[in-house]
């Protein structure tokens, strides 16, 4: 009887080792594969067609203001 549960035990070891390693192999499968198939579509088609800042479309709001005189003497009353 004890031989059959050291029997067990190695076995039982055994498949938990092979599990782990076929469990982290397919999560990093399903993680590329949501990556590849989500992720970058949704990043590109965003990047190409939203505007966050809401900046385009939008007139430039530059103030008019005189020309800034280069003489000397307006450089020296300057402050």
């Not at 594969?33 to 007139?59: E, N």
Request: contains cysteine.
């Amino acid at each position: 009887m004890n031989s059959l549960k050291t029997v067990w035990a190695i076995a039982w070891r055994r498949f938990s080792e092979n599990s782990a390693i076929a469990a982290e192999m397919n999560g990093r499968f399903i993680a590329t594969v949501f990556y590849c198939t989500v992720l970058v579509p949704f990043g590109i088609l965003s990047a190409l067609f939203m505007d966050p800042l809401r900046i385009k479309g939008k007139p430039p709001r530059w103030l008019q203001r005189e020309p800034v005189p280069t003489d000397m003497d307006s450089a020296r009353r300057q402050g």
